[in-house]
């Protein structure tokens, strides 16, 4: 991952952005992510979308990545947050309400130490003990 210091701030490079982006604590935890996604678990970096815009109700809303199937139907939605944050039932809120206008399969909560990953079903969720790699997600 690329970083630099522009006009006294940091920044770090999104290569699925394309641009250069204010390195924040949650950014630093998203990035670092994705890359662990696509390096190490085989996810197509071309089906991850970052900050997806969404309409829910009247609001614009943004999720931090979603991930695709090869399809092009969104599978999974990832909300990050900063590592001192730490997932509780708002962060899962917050997926949830993003999730009723994606309605994924997958959803993971991440902060860098920790992260939930949930198959949600109509009527269940099962949460899964580590993030799946593509093969797994995928099948």
């Not at 250069?20 to 970096?45: A, G, S």
């Not at 969404?54 to 695709?68: F, H, N, T």
């Not at 999974?76 to 001192?84: G, N, S």
Request: with cysteine.
């Amino acid at each position: 991952m690329r970083t630099r210091v522009y006009q006294d701030k940091e920044q770090i490079f999104c290569e699925w952005r394309r641009r250069w982006v204010r390195l924040t604590p949650e950014e630093w935890v998203r990035q670092q992510l994705l890359h662990r996604l696509v390096e190490q678990l085989d996810y197509p970096f071309g089906l991850i979308a970052v900050e997806q815009a969404i309409q829910v109700g009247e609001a614009k809303k943004r999720c931090d990545a979603v991930v695709y199937d090869r399809q092009m139907r969104p599978m999974m939605l990832i909300e990050c947050k900063a590592e001192t944050v730490p997932l509780t039932q708002k962060t899962l809120d917050q997926a949830s309400t993003y999730n009723r206008r994606l309605d994924v399969p997958y959803l993971m909560l991440h902060n860098g130490p920790q992260t939930i990953v949930a198959h949600v079903e109509t009527d269940k969720i099962d949460y899964l003990q580590a993030i799946p790699t593509w093969k797994d997600l995928s099948l």
